[in-house]
């Protein structure tokens, strides 16, 4: 059974990392599970994976309401910037959901698939990883010379959640896509860096919610229950994503400060080639 407490503190671990950083969460857990596999998932199902996802996600967030409290907590005197940050955060997530709920509703409809079904292959988050990592050295490079805004508009809340919908397709990086659309609308990487924190709070937040609810119906359904080894791993993956997320915010931070995007968009072209590669 040891092994399966490493294999979860492996995936809370690359997913406190990946969530956070722009080269595609989805894309490293799609590609962690063709290498790596709970025993739990295949005896409890596609269900129990979902919400193994659900769980190593809310913990990530989780560290974020942690590090960020003071930026995110809206009651009290003298919190007007904070209910005008929560109703960027609205608008940003607006246009990822209807996009998102209506790309898998015609999905659904004229094929007959669901949306991840149709997409979540290595070809397609390889092609996303190659494709969004030039994207990224490309936009740093020509906007090397810009001068960068810190102040977040509506209007561009807006554009940046049209960006955010972007990561419906895995491999593309839900981080990823509002950084890169944030820094073509000329905001500065610290600014973007922590905007994209933010973002996920209501696009993971009310995701989350639905895919647990469907796991509660499940379990009251099936009438199997949840097994306290299942439980137990859940927690574990959740307690190792919360801890490396904590560390990875401070990372990105500091990082952007003094540095480009450059080095994350080289990472996601030499992964989604090494994808490619090796694809059996």
Not at 108 to 126: C, R, W
Not at 142 to 163: D, V, Y
Request: charged share 15%; proline share 3%; aromatic share 10%.
């Amino acid at each position: 059974m040891l092994i399966e407490y490493i294999k979860a503190i492996i995936y809370g671990i690359v997913e406190g990392i990946t969530e956070w950083l722009p080269v595609s969460s989805t894309g490293h857990l799609i590609l962690l599970e063709d290498l790596i596999t709970l025993d739990c998932a295949k005896e409890l199902g596609e269900q129990y994976s979902s919400m193994f996802d659900v769980v190593i996600q809310l913990a990530a967030v989780l560290a974020v309401l942690v590090t960020h409290w003071n930026s995110l907590y809206p009651l009290g005197r003298g919190k007007g910037d904070v209910w005008s940050l929560w109703g960027k955060l609205v608008l940003a997530t607006l246009p990822a959901a209807i996009i998102g709920l209506a790309a898998d509703y015609l999905c659904e409809s004229l094929l007959g698939v669901s949306l991840d079904t149709l997409l979540f292959t290595p070809q397609t988050v390889a092609s996303a990883l190659i494709i969004y990592g030039i994207l990224f050295i490309l936009v740093e490079r020509l906007t090397k010379n810009q001068a960068a805004s810190k102040e977040l508009t509506c209007h561009s809340a807006i554009a940046i959640g049209f960006f955010q919908a972007l990561a419906i397709i895995p491999g593309t990086s839900r981080s990823g896509t509002t950084i890169l659309g944030a820094r073509i609308l000329g905001i500065d990487r610290k600014t973007a860096a922590r905007f994209s924190f933010f973002a996920a709070i209501p696009v993971i937040g009310a995701a989350s919610l639905l895919k647990a609810i469907d796991f509660g119906e499940y379990i009251a359904h099936s009438g199997t229950g949840l097994p306290m080894d299942a439980l137990l791993l859940l927690l574990t993956a959740g307690a190792a994503a919360f801890a490396v997320s904590m560390l990875t915010l401070r990372f990105l931070t500091d990082f952007v400060k003094k540095h480009t995007f450059i080095p994350f968009g080289i990472y996601r072209i030499f992964l989604g080639i090494g994808v490619l590669l090796f694809i059996k």
